[in-house]
T-cell receptor, first 110, second 110 residues
Framework: NAGVTQTPKFRVLKTGQSMTLLCAQDMNHEYMYWYRQDPGMGLRLIHY???????AKGEVPDGYNVSRLKKQNFLLGLESAAPSQTSVYFCASNDFYEQYFGPGTRLTVT | GQQVMQIPQYQHVQEGEDFTTYCNSSTTLSNIQWYKQRPGGHPVFLIQ?????EVKKQKRLTFQFGEAKKNSSLHITATQTTDVGTYFCAGEGGSEKLVFGKGTKLTVNP
């Protein structure tokens, strides 16, 4: 099993550009999450999903959109990137217990 | 909303010394989880505590959940260089999502 994978690993965007981060899991988990991690801020929840076709807002959802068209995939979109969205993005999935995290995407917005 | 405070933010110890990080929630938790993130890595699940007053041990690591289920601690006995990383607590208050503390970054001087 690959577990949780994220694409891409690194990306540099210019202000105003858009992009989509892809998260995939092969553990048949119902729940999936997108976090951002900034120095000294811990992990902050952006959006999450409790099943295929569902999404919900987390703590810091502004500027992001998500979709869960297939159970194994959770996409995070930035429509118009801003420097404040420079961060490391982690995807995670779980069933009823621990969360499994992907390796992260390091995004820089200039 | 639910908040999880974690102290200290940083801790530097000499190898062989003990280390403790503390976690406090603004609300009663249904369970608390602990994660470790190595430098440059992603968070990895360590343990989950569910019962009031619960104590669990993993080799040199001791985890406690408070009687009121609002606080928790992680204690490492005789630290080793392999313990280096950031330790996060994450509380679940009954919803499908975890609220993470900001983490304690542990450095160990050999």
């Amino acid at each position: 099993n690959a577990g949780v994978t994220q694409t891409p690993k690194f990306r540099v965007l210019k202000t105003g550009q858009s992009m989509t981060l892809l998260c995939a899991q092969d553990m048949n988990h119902e729940y999936m999450y997108w976090y951002r991690q900034d120095p000294g801020m811990g992990l902050r929840l952006i959006h999450y999903s409790v099943g295929e076709g569902t999404t919900a807002k987390g703590e810091v959802p502004d500027g992001y959109n998500v979709s869960r068209l297939k159970k194994q995939n959770f996409l995070l979109g930035l429509e118009s990137a801003a420097p404040s969205q420079t961060s490391v993005y982690f995807c995670a999935s779980n069933d009823f217990y621990e969360q499994y995290f992907g390796p992260g995407t390091r995004l820089t917005v200039t | 909303g639910q908040q999880v405070m974690q102290i200290p933010q940083y801790q530097h110890v000499q190898e062989g010394e003990d280390f403790t990080t503390y976690c406090n929630s603004s609300t009663t938790l249904s369970n608390i989880q602990w994660y470790k993130q190595r430098p440059g890595g992603h968070p990895v699940f360590l343990i989950q505590l569910v019962k009031s007053g619960e104590v669990k041990k993993q080799k040199r690591l001791t985890f406690q959940f408070g009687e009121a289920k609002k606080n928790s601690s992680l204690h490492i006995t005789a630290t080793q260089t392999t313990d280096v990383g950031t330790y996060f607590c994450a509380g679940e208050g009954g919803s499908e999502k975890l609220v993470f503390g900001k983490g304690t970054k542990l450095t160990v001087n050999p």
